[in-house]
């Protein structure tokens, strides 16, 4: 299993058509083989700040994510909104023994 953490800081003035767009790729990515959770936060103590939690199956299964169509028709709408470049971090849960 992995997760994909992807900080973006948006200009305030589009926050509106950022959020539009990225609620329609919601939708899209949530039906994407091997997608277990896909959802945007945002930051309590700063509303430029959107944060997207991912939870895939395998990296081989969130591959074709990133040409999906619908993520191409989000890209165009997100890189116009950046107030700084995407952070994005991808991360497998730590072994730990906890007994």
Known sequence: MIYVVATLTVKPETRAEFIAAATACIAET???PGN??????ESVTDPSRMVF???WENADL???HRT???MKAFGRVAVKCFAAPPRI???????VDVR
């Open 30 to 32: 949530r039906k994407e």
């Open 89 to 95: 971090e991808i991360i497998t849960p730590a072994k």
């Open 68 to 70: 999906a169509d619908h």
């Open 36 to 41: 277990i959770a896909y959802d945007l936060h």
């Open 53 to 55: 939690v991912e939870q």
């Open 62 to 64: 969130l591959a074709p």
